[in-house]
T-cell receptor, first 113, second 114 residues
Framework: KAGVTQTPRYLIKTRGQQVTLSCSPI?????VSWYQQTPGQGLQFLFE???????NKGNFPGRFSGRQFSNSRSEMNVSTLELGDSALYLC????????????FGEGSWLTVV | EDKVVQSPLSLVVHEGDTVTLNCSYE??????LLWYKQEKKAPTFLFML????IEKKSGRLSSILDKKELFSILNITATQTGDSAVYLC??????????????FGKGTLLTVNP
């Protein structure tokens, strides 16, 4: 069974641009969550989607948004990029909303210059 | 504010040593505690703990949860160089009905020298 797949794996953007990251969960998993990982802050929760609905959101500005499609694939978007948005963005999927183990993708490394 | 604190932040040992990693938490609506191992890629799942006092074991790794004292430990016996990684502790919370999210600690960087 394929794991969580994230694309692109690496990207470089300029301040002020916007970026869209994609995540395909493990087949059958309906919950997708996103995390930002930086050396200083560690792993921080961005948001979680289940059945195309955002159910939970972390403490990030409105520039960070996401969505989930009917096939459970998810995208996150960051608009008006800032240098501080440089990070590893991790997507994780889980079978349901019942606290099952969540599995992470390899992540998308974003560098903002 | 929900908080997960791991200690030590870093640790250097020799192959064959036994290590104990600590994770304490102060959260509301605790659901479960999870341990992950992260090398230079995605965190990989190790254990999920929901009940106090029941040890989970996988090979040389084991973990236990104390819900009264609000902490968990991860033990690694007979360490090998391949155990070198960041070990992450995360707490899953109930957040609005059956929803959940993970709050992570900053991790413990374990280096195992040959």
């Amino acid at each position: 069974k394929a794991g969580v797949t994230q694309t692109p794996r690496y990207l470089i953007k300029t301040r002020g641009q916007q970026v869209t990251l994609s995540c395909s969960p493990i087949s059958g998993h309906r919950s997708v969550s996103w995390y930002q990982q930086t050396p200083g802050q560690g792993l921080q929760f961005l948001f979680e989607y289940f059945s195309e609905t955002q159910r939970n959101k972390g403490n990030f500005p409105g520039r960070f948004s996401g969505r989930q499609f009917s096939n459970s694939r998810s995208e996150m978007n960051v608009s008006t990029l800032e240098l501080g948005d440089s990070a590893l963005y991790l997507c994780a999927s889980s079978f349901s909303d019942s606290g099952n183990t969540i599995y992470f993708g390899e992540g998308s490394w974003l560098t903002v210059v | 504010e929900d908080k997960v604190v791991q200690s030590p932040l870093s640790l250097v040992v020799h192959e064959g040593d036994t290590v104990t990693l600590n994770c304490s938490y102060e959260v509301t609506n605790f659901r479960s505690l999870l341990w992950y191992k992260q090398e230079k890629k995605a965190p990989t799942f190790l254990f999920m703990l929901t009940s106090s006092g029941i040890e989970k074991k996988s090979g040389r790794l084991s973990s236990i949860l104390d819900k009264k004292e609000l902490f968990s430990i991860l033990n690694i016996t007979a360490t090998q160089t391949g155990d070198s990684a960041v070990y992450l502790c995360a707490v899953s919370l109930f957040s609005g009905g059956s929803n959940y999210k993970l709050t992570f600690g900053k991790g413990t960087l374990l280096t195992v020298n040959p």
